[in-house]
């Protein structure tokens, strides 16, 4: 779960891209108008105005009053842009998008999810690479031995009664998605999968959880089985 730390920073990070972004629409209006003849003081007041307004509309979503995460895609790719530029650490764009995303999901535990619609989304690198099992096609296979994730979230699936699924990657992730329309996604996978993921699902709800990488990327990744339990419980309960 994420610390009070990391959503803080996450908040911060996520205002800090709007309001980077909301700088080149700022600036239009304010020339626009000045040049129009509205006068500096008009013209600056709507500027301000306009950055006040992506503001706004950023605490909509992140109050979970606006369910469209058009803020939340602004400000990500604004940050993309600072990351490129070396301004910021790796995947610190990602975990903003998969924080937000969360804690705007975690307003919607009161409405009636049902197992049935619940999807538990993962990723083929939490299968330990010694498993010859086939679990892209059929999960149910999976023998649940211990020696991956994947046996005590196969517990977990069925404790609840849920549906669960295994893709190879972001594409398998998506067809997955339209063949079975779920309406709540507790999804697993590393912050770059992750949070192009939440951004592409709007509207279903999606809770993220993020894969350890405990032997690196993309191999014999890890997750807390504990994280997927307690969200289904708050969601499902
Ligand atoms: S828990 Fe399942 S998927 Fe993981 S290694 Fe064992 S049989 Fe394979």
Redesign the pocket.
């Known amino acids: 779960m994420t610390g009070l730390k990391e959503l803080k920073k996450a908040e911060l990070l996520y205002h800090a891209g709007l309001l980077l972004f909301s700088i080149a629409p700022s600036l239009i209006v304010f020339l626009l108008l000045f040049s129009a003849g509205a006068g500096s003081a008009i013209s600056l007041a709507s500027g301000l105005v306009t950055i006040t307004a992506f503001q706004i509309y950023g605490i909509f979503y992140e109050k979970g009053l606006s369910g469209n995460p058009l803020p939340l895609r602004l400000s990500f790719w604004t940050l993309k842009v600072l990351q490129s530029v070396h301004r910021l650490e790796l995947h610190t764009p990602e975990k903003m998008v998969v924080i937000m995303n969360n804690r705007k999901a975690f307003f919607k535990i009161n409405h009636e999810y049902s197992p049935g619609k619940t999807l538990i989304l993962l990723p083929h690198c939490l299968?330990?690479h010694?498993?010859p099992?086939r679990?892209t096609f059929n999960p149910d296979s999976?023998?649940?031995?211990?020696?991956?994730p994947?046996?005590k979230l196969?517990d977990i699936k069925d404790r609840f009664g849920t549906n669960i699924a295994i893709a190879s990657g972001g594409t398998s992730a998506r067809r997955i998605v339209e063949k079975t329309r779920p309406s709540l996604i507790i999804a697993v996978a590393c912050p770059v999968d992750l949070s192009l993921g939440i951004l592409d699902v709007h509207p279903i709800t999606t809770v993220g959880v993020l894969n350890e990488w405990r032997n690196g990327p993309c191999f014999d990744t890890w997750v807390d089985s504990k994280e997927l339990e307690a969200a289904l419980e708050l969601f499902l309960n």
Request: net charge neutral; with cysteine.
């Open positions: 299968q330990n010694e498993c099992i679990l999976c023998e649940r031995c211990g020696k991956c994947i046996g196969m």
